[in-house]
């Protein structure tokens, strides 16, 4: 972050009062967290990268890096894709690198280069010119960095969610972005699924009205999954429990804000956040430690709350509810509520539903929205995507949209300003629940572009050319 930032963003915390409130200081000693991170407005905005169109790319040669998660499944799929070039593999251990070696050989696909057995080999693999797009799906420490390197370096980044872990990382990747004029895009896949699609081609058509609400979250029991000794290394996902806020935002809040143009039309405002109390992780890392003395590091530690909500006003006065528990028994929910002044759409529970009255729509009613509304990106591969895959076909259309702009020279869906946005909501939230869930300001990353910045299209625009290899 430049001086000059530093010093407009501190200038804007202390007429905000929160800098004299000691708010800082009662961050780090409620929950050992570091001290509240400074919010505002950027001074000056470099270059606008909402809406920006890179020089088209006939071939987009790929580097990976992080291949135990999500990496070999990022392989796979993008191996079905036409107009890509694999170029390297990088992970600290051999041993994963080889199996995403594998799986270009399954395809027909060259082996690639490889870069494994230090923490330091990604920056390597960022300085090979033989690169176009650095694909990131690391612990989420590393995704910031390296997507500035790779920036640094002359390529367009994209990593896993959340993009950035604070709001200096926000800054960041903003100015890298505007600075080298290379994409960076946070992989939110779930813009990509079926009915948040469809969600938002009937907004943009109006069939909702004036958006007024819209709800969104991460429900996901992971409590054995986060204690698991083999799924992270180093327990890394475990340990970022220990900060205490709604600290995977993205999923819910992605297709929201597209939806209510956010970033491009409105902004955020400010939010608030409350959390309940701890009520399972920190007894299963007693339980755990009782009986394995690898937990020992564990047991006695705080972790975050169950269930952390989250609500956000912005400046058209609308609202956003987010809510966060990954440790609860209860099934899987992303909520996707969206309501207008004419009507509304959920989706969890399932079935999806929608609404434009006091009843739901029947199914025949449904499936005469659906024919009107599918979007034109599902027409023309969403089928594709179901077959091969990536949490019911999202991650491949995702994939694919991006791969398709590259080449074609348009704007991606998702900009680093969203990135920065979406990634934000789990520092600022950490701040509201420290200080006693009073409200926090959401800093404008667009510099005051929102206010003409167009809103997300579904159209092709001019892409669609790229095609599938492989059908499964």
């Given at each position: 972050m430049t001086s000059g930032r530093r010093d407009f963003l501190r200038q804007s915390l202390i007429g905000t009062g929160i800098?004299?409130?000691?708010?800082?200081?009662?961050?780090?000693?409620?929950?050992?967290?570091?001290?509240?991170?400074?919010?505002?407005?950027?001074?000056?905005?470099?270059?606008?990268?909402?809406?920006y169109c890179a020089p088209k790319l006939e071939k987009v040669r790929i580097g990976f890096v992080g291949l135990g998660n999500r990496g070999p499944g990022a392989v796979e799929r993008l191996s079905n894709i036409e107009g890509i070039e694999i170029v390297a593999?990088?992970?600290?251990?051999?041993?994963?690198?080889e199996k995403c070696q594998a799986i270009l050989e399954k395809h027909g696909i060259p082996k690639a280069k490889t870069y494994s057995g230090s923490k330091e080999i990604w920056k390597e693999m960022c300085q090979n010119p033989d690169i176009d797009l650095i694909y990131i799906t690391t612990p989420w420490a590393w995704h910031t960095p390296m997507a500035v390197y790779a920036m640094e370096s002359d390529k367009h980044a994209v990593s896993?969610?959340?993009?950035?872990?604070?709001?200096?990382?926000?800054?960041?990747?903003?100015?890298?972005?505007?600075?080298?004029?290379?994409h960076f895009m946070m992989l939110e896949n779930c813009c990509y699924d079926f009915f948040e699609l469809l969600t938002l081609n009937m907004a943009r058509q109006g069939y909702f009205g004036e958006i007024i609400h819209a709800e969104g979250a991460y429900i996901h029991d992971l409590?054995?999954?986060?204690?698991?000794?083999?799924?992270?290394?180093?327990?890394?996902?475990?340990?970022?429990?220990?900060?205490?806020?709604?600290?995977?935002?993205?999923?819910?809040?992605?297709?929201?804000?597209?939806?209510?143009?956010?970033?491009?039309?409105?902004?955020m405002e400010f939010l608030t956040s409350v959390s309940s109390g701890d009520f399972q992780m920190a007894a299963m890392a007693n339980e755990l430690s009782a009986k394995d003395p690898f937990y020992n590091e564990f047991a006695g530690k705080s972790f975050r709350g169950n269930m952390s909500t989250t609500t956000i006003r912005t400046f058209k006065e609308k609202t956003i509810m987010l809510q966060h528990d990954v440790t609860?028994?209860?099934?899987?929910?992303?909520?996707?509520?969206?309501?207008g002044t004419k009507g509304m759409a959920c989706k969890y529970p399932e079935p999806e539903r929608i609404s434009n009255g006091h009843e739901w729509c029947n199914e025949q009613e449904m499936n005469q929205i659906k024919e009107k509304y599918t979007p034109e990106i599902?027409?023309?591969?969403?089928?594709?995507?179901?077959?091969?895959?990536?949490?019911?076909?999202?991650?491949?259309?995702?994939?694919?949209?991006?791969?398709?702009?590259?080449?074609?020279?348009?704007?991606?869906?998702?900009?680093?300003?969203?990135?920065?946005?979406?990634?934000?909501?789990?520092?600022?939230s950490i701040q509201s629940i420290a200080n006693r869930s009073n409200s926090i300001d959401i800093p404008d990353f667009t510099n005051g572009a929102w206010k003409t910045n167009t809103p997300v299209e579904l159209t092709l625009n001019g892409g669609g050319t790229t095609g599938v290899k492989t059908t499964k």
């Open positions: 800098i004299a409130s000691g708010l800082a200081g009662h961050s780090a000693s409620r929950n050992n967290e570091p001290e509240s991170e400074k919010v505002g407005s950027q001074p000056n905005q470099r270059f606008n990268m909402s809406g593999l990088c992970d600290v251990l051999s041993d994963r690198v896993e969610v959340p993009a950035a872990k604070t709001i200096e990382e926000c800054w960041q990747l903003i100015e890298t972005s505007e600075k080298t004029k290379k409590l054995e999954s986060n204690f698991s000794k083999t799924k992270y290394s180093d327990m890394w996902r475990l340990k970022e429990n220990y900060r205490r806020g709604n600290l995977y935002p993205t999923h819910g809040l992605g297709p929201l804000c597209q939806i209510m143009n956010i970033n491009r039309g409105d902004k609860s028994r209860r099934p899987y929910s992303r909520i996707h509520l969206v309501n599902v027409k023309h591969i969403g089928e594709m995507a179901k077959k091969i895959g990536g949490h019911g076909g999202m991650d491949f259309m995702m994939d694919w949209r991006l791969i398709d702009c590259l080449r074609n020279g348009l704007p991606l869906d998702q900009n680093v300003y969203d990135a920065a946005l979406w990634s934000s909501i789990a520092p600022l």
